[in-house]
């Protein structure tokens, strides 16, 4: 989504192609069910001609919040625990 602003179909093939790139696995990524969810959230929205745009990383890192593997390492480091 840095990269500037996609359709739907744009986003499904380059999410698909960084997951094949990453994890070398072939899948057919849900991008309907991410993009609502995304936009539920205010971290992307689409203009006039149904291309998406999103805010920036730091942003959307402050929309989403803590992660729950965040949230264990802070509670296991303030516990003296590994």
Do not use: P, W
């Not at 994890?23 to 069910?33: E, I, K, L, P, T």
């Not at 689409?46 to 729950?68: F, H, P, Q």
């Amino acid at each position: 989504m840095e990269q500037g602003k996609a359709t739907l179909e744009d986003l499904d093939l380059q999410c698909e192609e960084l997951i094949k790139e990453e994890f070398d696995a072939s899948c057919n990524f849900d991008v309907h069910d991410a993009v609502h969810k995304l936009e539920k959230m205010g971290i992307v929205a689409n203009d006039s001609i149904g291309r998406y745009y999103c805010v920036g990383l730091k942003r959307a890192n402050e929309i989403i919040g803590m992660t729950t593997e965040e949230q264990m390492l802070i509670t296991t480091q303030e516990h003296g625990g590994s």
